[in-house]
């Protein structure tokens, strides 16, 4: 009966600690973000898959607005050749600790608007709420942010698990902040 308990108690003890695991590397992440080191940063950023998640945001957003119909097969072309210089902008070693911050794409968009939220890495939310927007999976991890704003106003952060490191992957932007920089991408491209 003993060891039936001990095992138990190491199967709950090995349960916690990856639930855990993938919440600490997104408090290494945000304390990296808030004190802007860069190194730090890129420490625990994907930058390739960052770059592509934007992209493909940025061109999904692009096509809803301009009616263009797409097919899949087109899409990874047109990433490149519509929304990867948008994203560059966004995602430059300097510029990105300013992105995670604000969540707001300055050098494209200007100055956030002050009643825009930002992803607040200083308060993410308590555990349980943080536990209800997380989503796991075997290597992969998502959390929405802040948790105390509507879906429609929340950050995804999207983490990898790449060696023993958790990396950012993914930064799902807001409707709000895609829809803009899609229509700034339109705006570029007609002009």
Not at 38 to 57: C, F, T
Not at 121 to 136: F, K, P
């Amino acid at each position: 009966m003993r060891k039936i308990v001990a095992i138990i108690l190491v199967l709950v003890v090995l349960f916690l600690a990856w639930s855990a695991w993938p919440f600490v590397g997104v408090y290494a992440l945000a304390r990296a973000v808030q004190s802007g080191d860069i190194e730090k940063i890129e420490e625990r950023v994907d930058y390739p898959a960052l770059s592509r998640s934007l992209s493909g945001q940025i061109l999904a957003t692009y096509v809803r607005l301009s009616g263009l119909p797409l097919d899949r097969g087109l899409v990874g072309g047109l990433a490149s050749a519509i929304a990867d210089p948008l994203v560059t902008k966004i995602v430059s070693r300097l510029v990105l600790a300013k992105f995670l911050q604000s969540g707001w794409p300055t050098p494209v968009l200007g100055e956030r608007p002050p009643s825009f939220p930002t992803p607040n890495w200083n308060a993410l939310g308590d555990v349980w709420q943080l536990y209800s927007n997380a989503r796991y999976g075997l290597r992969d991890f998502s959390l929405r942010v802040p948790v105390t704003e509507p879906r429609a106003r929340q950050y995804r952060i999207d983490l990898t698990l790449e060696g023993l490191t958790w990396k950012l992957t993914g930064f799902e932007l807001p409707e709000e902040v895609l829809d803009r920089l899609a229509r700034e991408l339109i705006k570029q491209k007609a002009g």
